[in-house]
């Protein structure tokens, strides 16, 4: 268990549509970053909170957004949902953003039909 | 650009046997590289990571990794592989640029252990 948690497992959704993923980081972590796996894509880096601001953005579509709240937890929203949103969602979170490894969620599989 | 390249899809390897999984990386500056292992319907784990020092470092598991900065390469290798050791395998980098924890992930390699 590395101690990250997201919400929910599964998640079956139809297109256009509108979801919200949750992740609780690990005690004490102060990061929080998104990712996307899927099997065209690969793994691709979204988005990194720290400490609740903002501080890298990657190939995060304008469809989406996330937050960091102030007990750290962190919400991945999702909009107007395509076919290709289909992934595995996975949070991750670590102490410092340079030389510590970053812990995985189990992650949410999104399917949008 | 910066990219994380594993050349190799697939690894198969007997029980018993070393096994090697091969990881180059393209950024600029010094990285911070990472392996990451992916069992079926999980999260990723962490195994290692090379900072700084020696360029032999050791895992969670019995693996060990070596950076080699000429080759640009950090491969994950094991003396002697075990059937629970079958998985999808990611090497990922770090950029030193611009305080940000990002990584940069390479497409994954899937290690089969037989018995």
């Known amino acids: 268990d590395s101690g990250v948690t997201q919400t929910p497992k599964h998640l079956i959704t139809a297109t256009g549509q509108r979801v919200t993923l949750r992740c609780s980081p690990r005690s004490g972590d102060l990061s929080v970053y998104w990712y996307q796996q899927s099997l065209d894509q690969g793994l691709q880096f979204l988005i990194q909170y720290y400490n609740g601001e903002e501080r890298a953005k990657g190939n995060i579509l304008e469809r989406f957004s996330a937050q960091q709240f102030p007990d750290l937890h962190s919400e991945l929203n999702l909009s107007s949902l395509e076919l290709g949103d289909s992934a595995l969602y996975f949070c991750a979170s670590s102490r410092q953003t340079s030389n510590t490894e970053a812990f995985f969620g189990q992650g949410t599989r999104l399917t949008v039909v | 650009a910066q990219s994380v390249a594993q050349p190799e899809d697939q690894v198969k390897v007997a029980e018993g046997n070393p096994l090697t999984v091969k990881c180059t990386y393209s950024?600029?500056?010094?990285?911070?590289l990472f392996w990451y292992v992916q069992y079926p319907n999980r999260g990723l784990q962490f195994l290692l990571k090379?900072?700084?020092?020696?360029?032999l470092v050791k895992g969670s598991y019995g693996f060990e990794a070596e950076f080699n900065k000429s080759q640009t390469s950090f491969h994950l290798k094991k003396p002697s592989a075990l059937v629970s050791d079958s998985a999808l395998y990611f090497c990922a980098v770090r950029p030193f640029s611009g305080n940000t924890g990002k990584l940069i992930f390479g497409q994954g390699t899937t290690l089969q252990v037989k018995p």
């Open positions: 090379y900072i700084t020092g020696d360029n």
């Open positions: 950024v600029s500056g010094n990285p911070y």
